[in-house]
């Protein structure tokens, strides 16, 4: 059973900085892309960050790019997000996600192509 389990989140200042973790189980990890993604109320779930199976690639949403870094430990089966110089707007639960990797180097902005997803953790930055 593939299980996906977010932890860091919580309230900080606008300016702020917090570390999101994703622990993995039941799968491979070191074969997936995996990804963050978030939801802000009343909004759709977007993209924010996505790396390879290997951690040499990664892309970010450009509302976030110089300001979000992702990151993976493949021996602890863990993806993280550091963010740093948090905004009001950054205000939104975070979810992590894992898609099967087809070959070295992928990413995938795109959410369908996700096949598990954690419950997320809330994030809000307060002005």
């Known amino acids: 059973q593939v299980q996906l389990v977010e932890s860091g989140g919580g309230l900080v200042q606008a300016g702020g900085s917090l570390r999101l973790s994703c622990a993995a189980s039941?799968?491979?990890?070191?074969?997936?892309?995996m990804g963050w993604f978030r939801q802000a109320p009343g909004k759709e779930r977007e993209f924010v960050a996505t790396?390879?199976?290997?951690?040499?690639?990664?892309a970010y949403a450009d509302s976030v790019k110089g300001r979000f870094t992702i990151s993976r430990d493949n021996t602890k089966n863990t993806v993280y997000l550091q963010m740093n110089s948090l905004k009001p707007e950054d205000t939104a639960v975070y979810y992590c996600?894992?898609?099967?990797?087809?070959?070295?180097?992928?990413?995938?902005?795109?959410?369908?192509?996700?096949?598990?997803w954690g419950q997320g953790t809330q994030v809000t930055v307060s002005s």
């Open positions: 039941g799968l491979p990890f070191s074969t997936y892309v």
């Open positions: 996600a894992a898609d099967r990797s087809s070959y070295p180097g992928e990413t995938t902005k795109n959410e369908n192509e996700y096949e598990h």
């Open positions: 790396i390879s199976r290997g951690g040499g690639i990664t």
